[in-house]
T-cell receptor, first 113, second 114 residues
């Protein structure tokens, strides 16, 4: 079946550190890939997305590149801030069929000043 | 603020009871999705409605049902509640059911079954 695997958390970094959160997927076909962020007490917000191989999604300093050969969509940011503390979810969705998002287990990120 | 509202914010009830969770989509959005976030299962898709009709079903238990009303708000009904139903239930909406439409999530309803 279709699934998403994220790096285990929690992740704790100091402000201005480099961030990588790994995400790999298993899918029959070529899904669109997403990163969502969940701040405390809030719903999920779309952070970035990529719809085909080699696409790079970017937003608020975060980037992720759709790598078909390694079935990966790792999230990166060059210099994190305290305000980036949240839970990050990698997800996939297919163009055809049910428009359901399939999520990874989430990675809790804490940034210390 | 995503524009999706969910009520109530918190719900505490006992095993065997029945509850109704409500979702109002963003203005103009026709499609509503329900997701369950639990510690053991993670975030899972339950069901999707589009303009009043069921469009897709995921891992939704038979004790759970949903509907979308003519004004496009949706309700998720959970019955014969068990301890394991304790979770955060999210509603999301999109303009249509098409792949290119972003899903906007509400803040969730936290259900605690005692």
């Amino acid at each position: 079946g279709n699934s998403v695997t994220q790096m285990e958390g929690p992740v704790t970094l100091s402000e201005e550190a480099f961030l990588t959160i790994n995400c790999t997927y298993t899918a029959t076909g070529y899904p669109s890939l997403f990163w969502y962020v969940q701040y405390p007490g809030e719903g999920l917000q779309l952070l970035l997305k990529a719809t085909k191989a080699d696409d790079k999604g970017s937003n608020k300093g975060f980037e992720a590149t759709y790598r078909k050969e390694t079935t990966s969509f790792h999230l990166e940011k060059g210099s994190v801030q305290v305000s980036d503390s949240a839970v990050y979810f990698c997800a996939l969705k297919f163009v055809q069929g049910a428009q359901k998002l399939v999520f990874g287990q989430g990675t809790r990120l804490t940034i210390n000043p | 603020d995503s524009g999706v509202t969910q009520t109530p914010k918190h719900l505490i009830t006992a095993t065997g009871q029945r509850v109704t969770l409500r979702c109002s989509p963003r203005s103009g959005d026709l499609s509503v999705y329900w997701y369950q976030q639990s510690l053991d299962q993670g975030l899972q898709f339950l069901i999707q409605y589009y303009n009043g009709e069921e469009r897709a079903k995921g891992n939704i238990l038979e004790r759970f049902s949903a509907q979308q009303f003519p004004d496009l708000h949706s309700e998720l009904n959970l019955s014969s509640l068990e301890l394991g139903d304790s979770a955060l239930y999210f509603c999301a909406s999109s303009a249509s059911g098409r792949s290119y439409n972003e899903q906007f999530f509400g803040p969730g309803t936290r259900l605690t079954v005692l």
